[in-house]
């Protein structure tokens, strides 16, 4: 039977781990995704689970560790955040070069300097081409279920990519809230066995990873990469719908709430979806006719669904939890492309929020639903809840 | 168990012909040797480098054993995770054979930009052999000196100018830090004896545990040597005690090889480029009286740690 817990979303991460079981966890502490291996260590140390866990001496050598443990054949995940992942940066691509499937809970915190420990996208955002999925989870619930099904989904063969589990520091991270919990029987049915190709520890069908690949070969590889890419969807889609029909959870590419007379719509993502959609009933209440969309994957970037959801919108607020200095916000770009190349000409307004953690609080939802409401838009970026 | 050349040369390559280093390289010479005597099959991990590059060119590959390279300064790390998928996968019966795990990096690969990697996968304890081909320099971007070049030599970012002649400082004594992480195996030698290395390899491979062999390896082109010095060069290094031969076991330090005689580090410069600005003028010859200092001190260092005494032939 399913069981219901007052957790975190961090707990609920390694909870998740638990019940996977990898072959291989190689982590390194930082806030706030250090509970994720702590937790697990616990697991570990009380025989819950019989994974290696390496604890490595820097986020480098983790994720460098987790490479080469899942081209061995081995099922990997880790955990980390912020300056964690820009330490990672350089074995990112290297990983989704080399088809490795790695779950990857991602803990999401600002980037330094100023040094700051609470949620912005800012880490996440910068890894956005480095070859990896990316999904982005609004509550615990969301994160453990999406984590047991980034296995899935990350490992299906015409995938084979590493996959971002994406959830907010503190916010979500080290918020308790009840969660449901499948049945550990049911989980490890669900992901069933790494089933790995070309394995480096095949030693007698021997193969190599990491050639140089110089001029004649290179752009051949990154297409591959940019195919593997292309059937992210389906898979995502298809996992989801078995995942749905084991649990009732339904996990859509983007979450759609009260969009569908919408004249206004925000796009968000992750928690921050919380106070745009309790914004939404209060300002139905009073006549208005808003919604939100909250884009859960966000690479590959579901542009099709996305426009199918706003084209009939009057406006769009976009927000993001991040910033693209000097240029205009991540998700702001991708959502006016998604529409220009649709033919769709929507006036669009682009808010920057929650930068270092700040709260992003319903009336900051409220102020940019009011500015699309009163017509005032602009192509120049805006801020909630900054100080100026 | 004494190995026997003549056993050896039938064996199957684990690094096979067609690569594109250059001639003389001591790189190949190292791993060829090394793996020649290692009776388990072995998975192979390279940080960035000469090695790396020369024996992978896609769709080529002369490796025909597994192979993985990812970066520069990670290969602990590559190690310590495919050694960290075997164990597991071996525990929940998904891999059956016993495999030996070799992470090969250069000098710039483990002296400086991978130390953090590999002192961290020799800490954690993981079943594994590194060998530093070290040819102590950047000599895959050009000969840019590294942690490992030594005193006097001129590399192309310590260049031997009018002011400044060459590098001016002592390389790090790496071979003793992987000692004082008191893992079972540790070995500083050289090929100047090919069954003197192979031993070595053999019992770094077969010994549980870490170990990590630091082998001198010229690099022809940027000591701008004769090609065929190779080997007579790395005996001309062991005989100047400018790279003394020892292993440490288990805590044990054991010297490996005793020159007869005294000889002038001048004997290993001399034939080499890098040091031919140090052969006029006041500042070579200091340069030169500080290496034979140099050399002096780490060798009574070494000798004292071995419980040995040296009396050279006059």
Redesign the interface.
């Known amino acids: 039977m399913p069981r219901k817990d007052i957790t975190s979303g961090n707990w609920a991460v390694a909870e998740a781990m638990r019940q996977i079981n990898p072959d291989v966890v190689a982590a390194y502490p930082i806030t706030p995704s250090t509970d994720i291996p702590m937790r697990f260590s616990e697991f570990v140390a009380d025989g819950l689970v019989d994974t290696n866990l390496v604890t490595v001496e820097s986020e480098h050598s983790a994720i460098s560790a987790c490479v080469a443990a899942s081209v061995s054949g081995a099922r990997v995940m880790t955990a980390s955040s912020a300056n964690g992942v820009a330490l990672m940066h350089e074995i990112f691509p290297i990983a989704a070069s080399y088809r490795a499937p790695i779950v990857f809970g991602l803990v999401n915190r600002s980037l330094g300097a100023p040094i700051n420990i609470h949620c912005d996208h800012g880490d996440s955002m910068a890894e956005r081409d480095s070859g990896w999925i990316h999904i982005y989870c609004e509550d615990g619930q969301e994160v453990y279920d999406t984590t047991i099904m980034a296995v899935r989904i990350a490992e299906q063969k015409d995938v084979l990519l590493p996959i971002f589990v994406c959830q907010d520091g503190f916010i979500t991270s080290h918020c308790f809230e009840p969660i449901e919990f499948m049945d550990d029987d049911v989980v490890r049915k669900f992901i069933g066995e790494r089933d790995p190709l070309f394995p480096l520890l095949d030693v007698d069908n021997p193969v190599a990873y990491g050639s140089l690949v110089l001029t004649d070969y290179y752009f051949e590889i990154k297409r591959q990469q940019v195919e593997a890419m292309k059937h992210v969807e389906k898979a995502y889609l298809d996992v989801a719908a078995e995942f749905a029909k084991i649990t009732g959870r339904n996990y859509p590419l983007v979450d759609k709430y009260r969009t569908e007379d919408a004249d206004y719509i925000m796009v968000i993502m992750s928690s921050a979806a919380g106070a745009s959609k309790e914004t939404v009933d209060r300002l139905r209440e009073k006549g208005h006719k808003v919604g939100c969309l909250r884009i859960r994957l966000f690479r590959p970037f579901p542009a099709k669904v996305i426009v199918d959801a706003l084209k009939g919108a009057k406006a769009i607020a976009v927000c993001d939890r991040a910033a693209s200095l000097g240029a205009p916000a991540p998700l702001f770009t991708e959502i006016k492309g998604a529409l220009y190349d649709a033919g769709i000409h929507i006036p669009a307004n682009t808010y920057v929020y929650g930068l270092g953690g700040r709260d992003f609080f319903p009336h900051n939802a409220e102020e940019a639903f009011m500015d699309l409401i009163n017509k005032k838009m602009s192509p120049e970026e805006r801020y909630l809840g900054l100080r100026e | 168990m004494a190995v026997k050349l003549k056993d050896l040369i039938t064996k199957e390559r684990a690094m096979r012909q067609g690569h594109r280093m250059c001639p003389g390289c001591g790189a190949p010479t190292v791993v060829q040797q090394a793996l020649l005597a290692i009776e388990q099959?072995?998975?192979i991990?390279a940080a960035t480098g000469c090695l790396?590059?020369s024996t992978?060119?896609?769709?080529y590959?002369s490796?025909?054993?597994?192979?993985?390279?990812?970066?520069f300064?990670?290969a602990?790390?590559?190690?310590?995770?495919?050694e960290?998928?075997?164990?597991?996968?071996k525990?929940?019966g998904?891999?059956k054979?016993d495999?030996k795990f070799i992470a090969f990096g250069g000098d710039g690969g483990t002296y400086d930009i991978g130390l953090?990697?590999l002192?961290?996968a020799a800490?954690?304890g993981h079943d594994f052999t590194y060998i530093c081909y070290n040819n102590q320099g950047y000599m895959n971007t050009g000969a840019q000196r590294s942690s490992a070049t030594p005193k006097g030599a001129s590399a192309s970012t310590s260049p031997a100018g009018t002011v400044i002649p060459g590098k001016i400082q002592k390389p790090k004594d790496l071979t003793a830090i992987m000692a004082a992480h008191h893992i079972p195996y540790v070995a500083q030698t050289t090929i100047f004896n090919p069954m003197e290395l192979i031993e070595k390899i053999k019992r770094a491979v077969e010994t549980p545990g870490p170990a990590f062999v630091n082998v001198l390896a010229p690099c022809v082109l940027f000591w701008r040597l004769e090609p065929s010095m190779q080997r007579e060069i790395c005996k001309l290094a062991v005989e100047t005690r400018f790279w003394p031969i020892y292993e440490v076991i288990d805590g044990e330090w054991k010297l490996g090889y005793k020159p007869k005689k005294f000889a002038p580090v001048e004997e290993f410069l001399k034939p080499q480029g890098r040091f031919k600005h140090l052969m006029k003028g006041e500042t070579g010859k200091k340069i030169i009286e500080d290496l034979q200092k140099d050399i002096e001190e780490e060798w009574n260092y070494v000798l004292k740690l071995c419980g040995e005494t040296w009396e050279p032939q006059s």
């Open positions: 099959p072995v998975v991990t790396e590059v992978t060119i896609y769709p590959n490796w025909s054993v597994p192979f993985l390279h990812t970066a300064e990670n602990g790390a590559n190690v310590s995770g495919i960290a998928a075997y164990v597991a996968l525990k929940r998904k891999i054979k495999i953090q990697s002192s961290g800490e954690r």
